[in-house]
Structure formats: C-alpha cells, structure tokens
C-alpha cells in the first residue's frame, strides 16, 4: 500500500509505452484505498476514472479488458456522499475477474483485498474474513514470495479469533519486501493483536525509521507517524514509558509539512492521550491540547479530534474538574454527530468514547446505578465492532474500563469477567492484566490472582519505570499483599 511509489513506477510505464493499458490501471487503481477509510478527492476521483478510460481503449487483450473493468466497477458506482457503493460495486468486479479468469493470482489477490472493504464489523463470525484469508493463502502457496499475499492474509485475520494464524506469514513478510515500511509495519498488527510486544517494537523501529527515508514529496510519510504510533503503544503495554515518551518527543519534533491521513492524525491524537491515560494520569489528560500539532489539517479528521476530547473528559471527570468534563462531553458529541454523517464506524467509536467519559462524569458525581448502566452500554456497543487497521487497540478499552468501575464498587468478581473479556479481545494489556489480577485479589482467588499478576510481571520484563500497580504486583508475588493501586 505505498500507492504513491506505485503510481510513479506506473506512471514512467505509460510515459515509455504510451500504448500501455496496465499502466493507465495502475494508477487507477493507486486512487482506490479499499482499507483507508480515506476516499478519493473528487478531482482526484475524476483523474482515476480519466485512467480507466485511456486503459480500456489501449487494452490489448480479453485479459487486460478484464482487469480494467473489475476496476471500471469502482468508478462506474459514481460520486455520493459515502464510498461505500464504490467499494460494493468493486468488490463485484473483482468477483466477475475471478470468474472469468480464476487462476488469475493477482485477481485472486485483489479479489481477497477488497471483500475485506465491505465486512460487517458487526459479524463476529468473521466469515467474510475467512473466505477473504483462505483465497490469499491460496495465492501464497502458489507464490511464497507474493507480498499481496502476505499482506491480505494479515489484513483477514486481523481480529481476536483468527489472529494467531497469522503469525507465520507475518514473521516471514519483512524478509519479503524489508525495505518498504508498510511491508515492516504489517507483520505488527499480528504481534500487536495477540500482545507480543517486543516483536511490535522491533518491527515498527524498522519501519519507522525506513518511512523517514521515504518522504512523500516534501511531507513526512503517514506510514511514519503510523509506526509510531503502535510503537507508543507497544512501550506502553510493557511499562517501558521513557521509551513511551521518547515515541512522543521523536513526534512532537517532526517539522511540517505532514502528509495528511487519518494515519497520522490518529497517531498526533492517540499517542500524547494514551501516554496519560494508561498510566492513570487524570489531570495531564484533562490538560491535552486539542488539534496539536496546530499545522495539521484538523478539519479532515473529526473523528481522531474527537479522542483528544475523549480523553480531556474523562481526564477531568476522574480529576474533579466536572465543568470542565461536561463542557469536554458537549464537543464531543457535536463531533460525533458530524463524524456519523461521514463515516457509521467511526461516528460509533467517537459515541463509545463520548458514552465512557460520560459514565464516569456520573460515577465522580455520585450516580452510581446511572454510571455503571452507561459504561455497560459504551462496552457493549464495543463489543459489536472491530479496531479499524489505523489503530492497535482502543485508547482504552471500555470493557477494561467497565472493569475499572465495577472494581471501584466492590463487585470484584464481576470486575474480573470484564477484564477478562478485554483480555480475550486485547491479550497482554497492561491495565487489563493489573484489573483482572487485583479483581482476583479481591475475590479472594489467589490462585487467579497469581497468574494474573505473573503475566504482567513477564509482560514488564523490560519495564523501565515501576509503575505502583507494577509494584504491588511483585509485592502480592513475594507473598507481601498490600493496598491497591
């Protein structure tokens, strides 16, 4: 997915052979971000459907016809005000090729690629996900160097239940392509979702470092930005928060321009929130500043505006500065109504941020019922969807956090069913091992509570901060079980 290098090499094909139909498709097909949740300009919509048509009048084959008309679909859907239709009506003409030519490796790669664009993220029995993964496995066993391949298969089973078949192919894409930082990226959203955090680092230093030498023009790379952020979030999971903050100097020192992506747009929002708010921190939270850094486009990212909301409110619902949150809480659902006119997923995930941060305003007021029935309702409306690639987790699950709330009520073992839940979504988060192991604590199952804290402890095995909960984890192991954290 470095499109941009791809419509360049694409570009200097038709520049030599101006008669050269897979060239005009190329860089028709680098304008279509079946994943990105990022459509096409119109201009830019215009100049891709300009391509196609150079492409179907230079075709010279029944073949080459094929391929353009599977991406013909795309644009044939026309322009509203969601590119949903388009990736609906692509997905129809990368099944049509497959009909059509169904040895085809690379139709069958593009074909897995864009049933992935329209899955239900409501289907928890990921059968979309399933057939799209099984077709790229296809393709791989045929061809086990396909970098397609490689990177669809990850793309599939990028979810709790299917991750772990994964890990094979994600250990081997690097050696694919170890030069291009998407290609070093990838291989972490494996590591990532089964909590392999020294694998996360590893992977996204390289990346990080490889999209530094690969500017997009003039403007920083958003694979760049992209890398650090699950970098962030990987030191974090580890308890290795100088290196934490060391991700967020390396950002907070990177000069405009930025190429401007919900990729880096996330990571400018996520990473300074996360640092707060998996370490507790309510008042550095509830003092984030919004739209940092001021040269980034803002206007083009709501729903990524909306987490550093997210976070002042809960920061200063948990901090007393209840004027504050509520003030937080009336922007944040001003942006989750003009995201959910753009985009369903991510006007719900700013609503399950907007919905948590609300439940603890009702909780450090006093309502109690009314909290923990609102924190139920944010988890369980997290519970229906899936992170979107851009992101490695939640910046804080809300079942993990619905852990927290229960736990502060005294119902330790209901805590501990919701910390487990986020565990089996998120294995090896910190703050999700430390609840479950301190709820164990509390119901009195030692044993429970042992094995609990004994994975945070391997977790942490490179810590370079002590963290309290950190430390009463090793305290309850050597048998001393003090006051929770």
Not at 49 to 74: F, P, Q
């Amino acid at each position: 997915m470095t499109y941009e290098d791809a419509e360049s090499a694409f570009g200097l094909a038709t520049e030599a052979d101006p008669d050269c139909a897979m060239g005009y498709w190329g860089q028709a097909m680098t304008v279509v971000h079946p994943l990105w949740s990022d459509p096409p300009s119109d201009a830019r919509f215009e100049s891709g459907r300009a391509l196609v048509e150079k492409a179907r009048a230079t075709a010279g084959s029944d073949h080459e016809l094929a391929y353009v008309d599977a991406l013909a679909a795309y644009y044939e859907a026309g322009r509203g005000d969601s590119e949903k239709p388009n990736l609906v009506a692509f997905e129809e003409g990368w099944r049509a090729f497959q009909e059509k030519y169904p040895g085809d490796p690379e139709g069958m790669a593009f074909y897995s690629l864009v049933q992935l664009s329209t899955v239900d993220p409501g289907d928890k029995t990921y059968s979309k996900q399933r057939v799209a993964g099984a077709m790229a496995e296809e393709v791989l066993a045929a061809i086990p160097d396909h970098p397609g391949a490689h990177h669809y298969i990850i793309h599939a089973y990028d979810n709790p239940e299917l991750c772990a078949s994964a890990v094979d192919v994600a250990r081997s894409y690097g050696k694919v392509a170890p030069d291009i930082p998407h290609a070093l990226h990838m291989p972490t959203h494996t590591f990532t979702r089964l909590g392999l955090w020294q694998e996360s680092i590893d992977w996204n230093r390289r990346s990080a470092d490889a999209a530094l030498k690969r500017p997009v023009g003039s403007e920083t790379s958003l694979h760049y930005f992209h890398a650090l952020d699950y970098l962030a979030y990987a030191f974090l999971q580890g308890a290795e928060d100088q290196r934490a903050v060391d991700v967020l100097n390396e950002l907070a020192a990177v000069e405009p321009p930025y190429q401007a992506h919900f990729a880096s747009a996330y990571t400018f929002a996520a990473v300074p929130a996360r640092l707060a708010l998996e370490r507790q921190m309510w008042e550095a939270a509830a003092d984030l500043e919004a739209r940092w850094p001021n040269a980034y486009p803002w206007e083009t990212a709501l729903a990524m505006e909306a987490i550093t909301y997210f976070a002042r409110a809960l920061g200063a619902a948990r901090s007393g500065r209840f004027e504050q949150a509520r003030a937080d809480l009336e922007t944040l659902a001003a942006l989750q109504d003009q995201v959910t006119a753009a985009n369903a997923y991510w006007g719900t995930q700013v609503e399950i941020q907007r919905l948590s941060a609300l439940a603890w305003l009702q909780f450090e007021e006093g309502s109690r019922d009314q909290a923990l029935s609102t924190m139920r309702s944010a988890a369980e409306l997290e519970s229906t969807t899936e992170k979107h690639p851009i992101t490695p987790g939640e910046v804080l699950p809300a079942r993990e956090l619905l852990g927290d709330m229960l736990l502060e009520l005294g119902q330790a073992r209901e805590a501990l069913a919701e910390y487990e839940a986020a565990l089996d979504r998120s294995p090896n988060r910190f703050n999700s091992l430390y609840g479950a192991g301190r709820a164990a604590e509390l119901a009195g199952d030692g044993e429970v509570a042992a094995r609990y804290y004994g994975t945070l402890i391997e977790v942490t095995a490179k810590a370079d901060t002590e963290r309290e909960r950190l430390a009463h984890a090793r305290a309850y192991l050597s048998g001393v079980h003090g006051s929770g954290a």
